[in-house]
């Protein structure tokens, strides 16, 4: 399957070649089955005194610590070999538990621990195998079940817990490209059981390896440019026990001349709008696209990124660099520093910045702390006192003026979100003083242009795809200097070039809501 979209040419190639001597799943073997099938649960409710097979009842508006146990046998003709060889590389676990509630899991009395600290899984893959022994078995589970309900309900998890081999090996979250310049291209993924990846110069495994990351579940990597990385392939290969999977592509490239972007936000929720979006973007080619954050309904529900976000426009990443900017729904989720690859040190810093051509871009969590005098400010005051480019952008997920419902005032006529009161009082004065060009935030899920005093005009593209908001109904005083509103799903491409940038906010249909044209300002 061959792909020309954006700037990347894309091939997938999915492999399953065991080497000699490698382990993989008997012929004619079953498809794994979960173990838990035939079980024996129990269930304990006065702290380990007294467990039985009922099941526990919670009273409504009460938490109870729930301890369940799960009994189960493996024997050798389902998964042990002759030898004792265990044929199986990772077990998946799947709860069926509300992930809102606390609890904790573990498999012969060792502790199951999910891949990332803060996230919530519904199934937490990537358990060792060798936790299974001969025989009896124990999963244990301990859950401070809270009913949230008016009547009393039934404690009734419903467990499964299966064994994939490593011909499985699959790309849960591949491969997303992140920041970029002449010099380097980034790359992230994510495997569905422990491997290593590996970049290989010249478009296949047996090529020169040129970067590669260490046995684990997320792998973030960065790589020198050769002389003639602009013409060659390379592939990104997955690797446990011999099985491979991986893809071959040609990676992106900075623009000579003129610099085109893409900005966007608030894709949320709604995946095929999301699509939508997505594939219009991919279209018009741009040379990256930043993005001003809220990705997800919940950011810390970690099935949500692959279903709502990466999934639906998995060619699109593949494809476009893509440049994060934090949102309120992502809920400071440890995966968002890992699966994007920021213009930073290390490439996990979520304030950054990048010259690309003749533009400055400028990254920003804005629901960190910059008050005046604060680090953050002081940062972002050098970051622009320093910077030749004509045309400086500021994205950050709080608009510093809106007609929706964030833009909502105090008594005292300001912002009563901090960060969008930070957004006005703080950042858009140091954006004025630099004479940048625009901030560029999301948040209220429309497009919206606004030209407040100082010159730096501020857009709001939060449309690509999360449910789209009306005006506010104090709409002309929270923002008196709105000039285009449009409540539709849509894009914004950028084009700078010499002394002048336009800026088209575009539908998916290809429908032109509003444009601008931008002179540089004045450099030394």
Known sequence: MCRDIGRLVLVVVTLALPACGVFGPKAGAAEPQNLLKDAAWEFCIDG???FTQQLPTIGPGKTVLVMVRGTFTVSEQSIFANDDELPYAVLELTHGI???????????????????????YQTIPAIDARRLKRGKNVLTADVAVKNRRDKPIKFAPEMSLVPLDSSRLAFQTAPVFGAFDKDYFSITCRTNMPATVGIYRGGQAGGSAVAASGPGLIHRLRISRGPDAAAQDYSLTAERDGYKVGLVFRPPVPAKGKVVFAACGDSRTHVRDWQKVAAAMAKARPGLVVFSGDMVTSGRDDWLWDEQFFGPAGEFFAAVPFYAVIGNHEGNAPLFDEIFYTPSADGRSRNWV????????????GDQDFAAGSDNARWL???LSQSGARFIFLFTHYPAW?????????????????PVRQSREIIMPLLVKYKATAMIAGHDH??????????????????AGAPLYKKAADAEKQNPYSKVFASKLHYCLFEAAGETCTMKAVTPEGKVIDSMTWQGRDVK
């Open 446 to 463: 429309f497009y919206e242009r606004s030209a407040p005093p100082g010159g730096v005009t501020m857009i709001i593209s939060g449309g």
């Open 354 to 365: 990048q010259t690309i051509g003749g533009a400055l871009l400028i990254g920003i969590d």
């Open 402 to 418: 809106s007609s929706g419902g964030h833009g909502r005032l105090d008594a005292d006529g300001k912002p009563v979100e901090k």
């Open 381 to 383: 005051e050098q970051t």
């Open 48 to 50: 380990g005194r007294t």
């Open 98 to 120: 509300d992930p809102r509630q606390t609890m904790s899991f573990a498999l012969n009395g060792r502790r199951i621990d999910p891949p990332l600290k803060g996230m919530r």
